[in-house]
């Protein structure tokens, strides 16, 4: 039979191996047939990839779609951003309560409505983590996983005391929580026992089913922030980083180690560790807690650009950009195997709505969160290969590790039987980062001016082009993927 397309002349960069082959890729129906060096096309297509290295497609299993754009103009716009990056697979959080869908209620009527506005949108496949933010929502838990198909869920820690933004003073119309609810550490024990339960009623699919946790303390924070506001020696990005200080980050993630431990809940993921004590609470927890598989998450974001020298305040994130000694901690981390994957943590916030009309430069009162799938490949090749590491480690940072973890069983490596989504990067290329060419509806980047080596050029979704030469083509193809899968 012939392929449908045969990719020739490429250095496959697969996530286990030991260096990147020289070998043609066939595909056929959208999966990788055979793996062999000159392979006979057959009169089938060819795509000639010339010596680059072809990565699997990125699995970037941290996005926000529909935070502050509604829903289906974000699938649309930050799918194809993300497809600039060489990602062909992402997994987006969504949560009742403000932002998102602005509104309430059961994820029963909540989340055929998300499905419904991002079906025949995106140009990367996708998939939904879902956040339980009151008591019906775990008792949901089991229908989210078998009936949506969606295995995961996240936590936000903060919350408790904090809106996205920074103080909340009305915790309940924020969340949308019901009267004498309150999502505090009891819930979140509360989700923990659900997500377990689930766990032992689906053991064939138990190590898909996770919990995710954004790790910040909320008296911390609203004390510190009080403390930077009344001093007013810092400003801009690092008055926020003092705000919400690392140790606000290593107090959240200890508590959440011991209420897994308490639970017995082991499948255990830390998002977005931005900061040294961040890393050591959680290897230490790590030790402490050996019967919990926790992994550890870091963003592209916080890998590339410290509150010194991010573009202005559209770098404001949660957690903060920080200190130089931090970005070096999270490499050393990363280089020691320490670092589960690399995501980008990608939150398109518009111009106008990002920076204050009343005053643009106080970062109290801009909102937080920023793109950035569209360097996820390129910064982590960037930044790593200057550090020794291997492509072959990238891929399993960026691909193969996220895709096993969250039950994308047939994304994240190149092997005959896995979905046909490649990345062609060339090596050699640099470029620097101009907000004005991303496919993303953000009109700035903190990464305004940085300078990346590594330049995503051909990406293809289940043996389609969606990437020729950096720029976007054909339709949006994108499928949401129930998992495991």
Same mark, same amino acid.
């Given at each position: 039979?012939?392929?449908?397309l045969?990719?020739? !002349?490429?250095?496959?960069v697969?996530?286990?191996g030991?260096g990147?082959?020289? +070998?043609?890729?066939?595909?056929?129906?959208?999966?990788?047939a055979l793996?062999?060096?000159?392979?006979?096309?057959?009169?089938?297509?060819?795509?000639?990839?010339?010596?680059?290295?072809?990565?699997?497609?990125?699995?970037d299993?941290?996005?926000?779609?529909?935070?502050?754009?509604p829903?289906d103009?974000?699938?649309?716009s930050?799918?194809?951003?993300?497809?600039?990056?060489?990602?062909?697979?992402?997994?987006?959080?969504?949560r009742?309560?403000?932002?998102?869908? $602005?509104?309430?209620?059961?994820?029963?009527?909540?989340?055929?409505?998300?499905?419904?506005?991002?079906?025949?949108?995106?140009?990367?496949?996708?998939?939904? #983590?879902?956040?339980?933010?009151?008591s019906?929502?775990?008792?949901?838990?089991?229908?989210?996983?078998?009936?949506?198909?969606?295995?995961?869920?996240?936590i936000?820690?903060?919350?408790?005391? #904090?809106?996205?933004?920074?103080?909340?003073?009305?915790?309940? @119309?924020?969340?949308?929580?019901?009267?004498r609810?309150?999502?505090?550490?009891?819930?979140?024990?509360?989700?923990?026992?659900?997500?377990?339960?689930a766990?032992?009623?689906?053991?064939?699919?138990?190590?898909?089913?996770? +919990? @995710?946790?954004?790790?910040?303390?909320?008296?911390?924070?609203?004390?510190?922030?009080?403390?930077?506001?009344?001093?007013?020696?810092?400003?801009?990005?690092?008055?926020?980083?003092?705000?919400?200080p690392?140790?606000?980050?290593? +107090?959240?993630?200890?508590?959440?180690?011991?209420?897994?431990?308490?639970?017995?809940?082991?499948?255990?993921?830390?998002?977005?560790?931005?900061s040294a004590?961040?890393?050591?609470?959680?290897?230490?927890?790590?030790?402490?807690?050996?019967?919990?598989d926790?992994?550890?998450?870091?963003?592209?974001?916080?890998?590339?650009a410290?509150?010194?020298?991010?573009?202005?305040?559209?770098?404001?994130? !949660?957690?903060?950009?920080?200190?130089?000694?931090?970005?070096?901690? +999270?490499?050393? #981390?990363?280089?020691?195997? !320490?670092?589960?994957?690399?995501?980008?943590?990608?939150?398109?916030?518009?111009d106008?709505?990002?920076?204050?009309?009343?005053?643009?430069?106080?970062?109290?009162?801009?909102?937080?969160?920023?793109?950035?799938?569209?360097?996820?490949?390129?910064?982590?090749?960037?930044?790593?290969?200057?550090?020794?590491?291997s492509?072959?480690?990238?891929?399993?940072?960026?691909?193969? $590790?996220?895709?096993?973890?969250?039950?994308?069983?047939?994304?994240g490596?190149i092997?005959?039987?896995?979905?046909?989504?490649?990345?062609?990067?060339?090596p050699?290329?640099?470029?620097?980062?101009?907000?004005?060419?991303?496919?993303?509806?953000?009109?700035?980047?903190?990464?305004?001016?940085?300078?990346?080596?590594g330049w995503v050029?051909?990406?293809?979704?289940?043996?389609?082009?969606?990437?020729?030469?950096g720029?976007?083509?054909?339709k949006?193809?994108?499928?949401?993927?129930?998992?495991p899968?």
């Amino acid at each position: 039979m012939p392929y449908d397309l045969v990719i020739k !002349n490429g250095r496959v960069v697969r996530p286990f191996g030991k260096g990147p082959e020289t +070998l043609d890729v066939a595909i056929r129906d959208g999966k990788i047939a055979l793996l062999e060096r000159n392979i006979d096309p057959a009169g089938s297509p060819t795509h000639d990839a010339a010596g680059l290295l072809v990565f699997p497609g990125a699995v970037d299993v941290h996005q926000h779609w529909g935070i502050y754009n509604p829903l289906d103009v974000d699938t649309t716009s930050e799918s194809r951003a993300a497809a600039q990056g060489g990602v062909t697979t992402g997994i987006t959080y969504i949560r009742t309560g403000q932002y998102y869908l $602005n509104r309430g209620g059961p994820y029963s009527e909540f989340l055929p409505i998300a499905l419904e506005m991002a079906a025949g949108r995106a140009h990367i496949d996708y998939s939904f #983590h879902v956040a339980p933010m009151m008591s019906r929502h775990v008792e949901e838990i089991p229908s989210i996983i078998e009936d949506f198909g969606i295995p995961s869920f996240k936590i936000f820690m903060f919350y408790g005391g #904090h809106g996205l933004h920074g103080r909340s003073t009305d915790q309940r @119309s924020f969340l949308m929580t019901p009267e004498r609810e309150s999502y505090d550490i009891a819930h979140f024990e509360d989700i923990m026992r659900g997500i377990q339960e689930a766990r032992q009623s689906n053991p064939g699919m138990a190590d898909s089913i996770t +919990l @995710s946790l954004h790790c910040e303390t909320a008296e911390i924070m609203r004390a510190y922030t009080e403390k930077v506001e009344r001093d007013g020696t810092l400003a801009g990005l690092e008055a926020y980083s003092a705000s919400r200080p690392p140790h606000s980050e290593g +107090l959240a993630i200890t508590v959440a180690a011991y209420m897994a431990y308490e639970t017995g809940l082991p499948t255990i993921n830390l998002l977005h560790l931005s900061s040294a004590k961040a890393l050591d609470a959680a290897m230490l927890m790590a030790d402490t807690f050996g019967a919990i598989d926790f992994r550890r998450e870091v963003t592209v974001g916080h890998l590339l650009a410290t509150y010194d020298t991010a573009s202005g305040l559209g770098g404001k994130v !949660n957690p903060p950009l920080r200190s130089e000694a931090d970005r070096e901690a +999270l490499w050393r #981390h990363l280089l020691d195997g !320490n670092v589960d994957w690399v995501v980008s943590d990608h939150a398109c916030c518009l111009d106008e709505m990002k920076f204050s009309p009343t005053d643009s430069d106080d970062v109290f009162l801009a909102k937080a969160g920023f793109g950035g799938a569209e360097y996820l490949l390129s910064g982590v090749f960037s930044e790593g290969t200057k550090r020794g590491l291997s492509p072959n480690r990238i891929a399993q940072l960026t691909s193969a $590790n996220p895709a096993s973890r969250y039950g994308l069983h047939t994304k994240g490596d190149i092997a005959a039987g896995m979905d046909a989504d490649l990345a062609v990067l060339d090596p050699d290329r640099s470029f620097v980062v101009r907000a004005a060419e991303s496919e993303s509806t953000q009109e700035y980047t903190p990464f305004e001016g940085h300078e990346l080596t590594g330049w995503v050029k051909d990406v293809f979704l289940r043996g389609e082009r969606i990437l020729a030469d950096g720029n976007i083509v054909g339709k949006p193809e994108g499928r949401f993927i129930r998992r495991p899968g």
